[in-house]
């Protein structure tokens, strides 16, 4: 075989291939058009128009884009939103590392990993009725084992010193175990001889960990960061059954504001407008926590 039939060999192989390959992306490909790309173009036009449901929509330019950045709501809901995430994504990665780093130290059966996945397998609606029910000052449990203790019942999901505290800790309980287990993968999937040779070395428990263990499980904790910032961002399941966005706008996250504004004021053109802004800063953030974190690599 010559240069040239061998050059011509290996290019038919890989158009086979290529096209092999095509061929498993194509049902994946025409999924994200019909359900992620065509939504968001159409997300886009929606929002430089007046559309509110009910009338014929009149294109009116950057009309919403303007009086958005001029409203309050808008910015105190963006301003609870950033909290909500501050409070929730460093606390739930920190407890799932350490759930993650005690079982593979300690050893867990198959049960526990599946019991650990029972919160995050429930519906959000489902978990936030069971804690409105666990917090009520009246006649939920955790207020009823506080007066046992002698002290009057905690308004948990009623003060605005505490509704977003209380809804951080609701949506830690839900993913902490999921989380866990994803990082106890990446703990497994580290070779044992890496820790051993630390530890020949003179490296104590805490050093080898923090210089062996976290760099090499860079690439499983920026998944897991950017994924809890991304849906932190989202939230609006526990926020519209445990506080309704109250009290005082404590708990008013920018999926509640997008929800009331397009379906009870009926301002579906101002809502999408919202929704493009937060689509933009998600996709800034998600941007600089790949380049921070160097996503795709490990030590």
Do not use: C
Request: charged letters at 15%; aromatic letters at 14%.
């Amino acid at each position: 075989m010559t240069t040239l039939d061998r050059k011509r060999f290996y290019r038919r192989a890989r158009a086979r291939d290529s096209f092999g390959a095509f061929l498993f992306i194509v049902p994946s490909l025409i999924g994200f058009i019909i359900f992620f790309l065509v939504p968001t173009i159409r997300g886009v036009s929606i929002s430089f128009t007046n559309w509110n449901l009910l009338n014929k929509s009149r294109f009116i330019r950057f009309e919403n884009y303007a009086n958005l950045f001029q409203d309050d709501q808008f910015w105190n809901s963006l301003w609870v939103t950033v909290q909500y995430v501050v409070e929730n994504v460093p606390v739930q990665v920190l407890m799932s590392l350490l759930i993650a780093v005690l079982m593979a130290k300690v050893g867990t059966s198959m049960a526990f990993r599946g019991v650990m996945l029972i919160p995050w397998l429930l519906p959000n609606v489902v978990v936030a009725l069971l804690w409105v029910w666990l917090l009520d000052p009246a006649f939920g449990f955790l207020n009823e084992l506080i007066k046992h203790l002698g002290h009057g019942p905690l308004p948990f999901l009623t003060s605005t010193a505490m509704a977003m505290p209380s809804v951080v800790g609701i949506n830690i309980w839900r993913h902490m175990g999921y989380i866990a287990l994803i990082i106890f993968a990446g703990i497994q999937s580290i070779p044992k001889e890496v820790d051993e040779a630390a530890l020949i070395d003179g490296a104590g428990p805490w050093r080898a960990f923090f210089h062996v263990t976290v760099p090499l499980l860079r690439p499983v904790l920026a998944f897991v960061i950017i994924t809890a910032v991304i849906g932190s961002f989202q939230i609006y399941d526990t926020v519209a059954i445990a506080t309704k966005g109250g009290p005082v706008q404590s708990t008013w996250v920018m999926n509640f504001m997008i929800y009331k504004t397009a379906f009870e004021s009926y301002q579906m053109g101002y809502a999408t407008a919202i929704t493009m802004v937060l689509f933009v800063i998600l996709i800034g953030i998600t941007y600089v926590q790949m380049r921070l974190m160097r996503a795709g690599e490990g030590d």
